[in-house]
T-cell receptor, first 112, second 114 residues
Framework: SQQGEEDPQALSIQEGENATMNCSYKTSINNLQWYRQNSGRGLVHLIL?????REKHSGRLRVTLDTSKKSSSLLITASRAADTASYFC????????????FGKGTHLIIQP | ETGVTQTPRHLVMGMTNKKSLKCEQH?????MYWYKQSAKKPLELMFVYSLEERVENNSVPSRFSPECPNSSHLFLHLHTLQPEDSALYLCASSQAASGDYEQYFGPGTRLTVT
């Protein structure tokens, strides 16, 4: 069953601006992951945040997790044209052993 | 780039054909996955293998038949497919078959069924 739901579905910003994407989910989780996919290619793992963490950073990426609201956000600072891609959140169900459930993704376009 | 390779990258097949997709991972992982990605739909998990044993089958039609001969190789055998099976098929691997681990994806096979 679908777990993560990203919004917005599409986002277009100017290069250098910050981009924020949100993800909501329904059931309790162990962790939440964010992935990036360039057009028609495989997904690339960006960051994993565990349920007992509230914020995590990796380079220009900042992820927050609010388990009380069942939501997460991905912030990309100082965006670059190369950040143009689709971004997906993925969750595992608590105690689940069947891998990840992905949302539909946010398509981010960085205008040069 | 990711240590997971897939062949072929593109495949066009008729509904009566039989073909196979191949995935290989060079990361020493114990779990491998097949996903289907159709336009405007979430990534759909098809099969999960852990230590060469299938642990998940999300009600996938029998015209898709997976095979995992060892922990490094995964196949998806296709026969009598339908046009709606046209999609990007992605293979992934992870250290174990658990959502606690990040997954490494291959570049995918773009399948067109005519």
């Amino acid at each position: 069953s679908q777990q993560g739901e990203e919004d917005p579905q599409a986002l277009s910003i100017q290069e250098g601006e910050n981009a924020t994407m949100n993800c909501s989910y329904k059931t309790s989780i162990n962790n939440l992951q964010w992935y990036r996919q360039n057009s028609g290619r495989g997904l690339v793992h960006l960051i994993l945040i565990r349920s007992n963490e509230r914020e995590k950073h990796s380079g220009r990426l900042r992820v927050t997790l609010d388990t009380s609201k069942k939501s997460s956000s991905l912030l990309i600072t100082a965006s670059r044209a190369a950040d143009t891609a689709s971004y997906f959140c993925a969750t595992d169900a608590w105690g689940g052993a069947d891998g990840l459930t992905f949302g539909k993704g946010t398509h981010l376009i960085i205008q040069p | 780039e990711t240590g997971v390779t897939q062949t072929p990258r593109h495949l066009v097949m008729g509904m009566t054909n039989k073909k196979s997709l191949k995935c290989e991972q060079h990361l020493g992982h114990n779990a491998m996955y097949w996903y289907k990605q159709s336009a405007k739909k979430p990534l759909e998990l098809m099969f999960v293998y852990s230590l060469e044993e299938r642990v998940e089958n999300n009600s996938v039609p029998s015209r898709f038949s997976p095979e995992c001969p060892n922990s490094s190789h995964l196949f998806l055998h296709l026969h009598t497919l339908q046009p709606e099976d046209s999609a990007l098929y992605l293979c992934a691997s992870s250290q174990a078959a658990s959502g606690d681990y990040e997954q490494y994806f291959g570049p995918g096979t773009r399948l067109t069924v005519t």
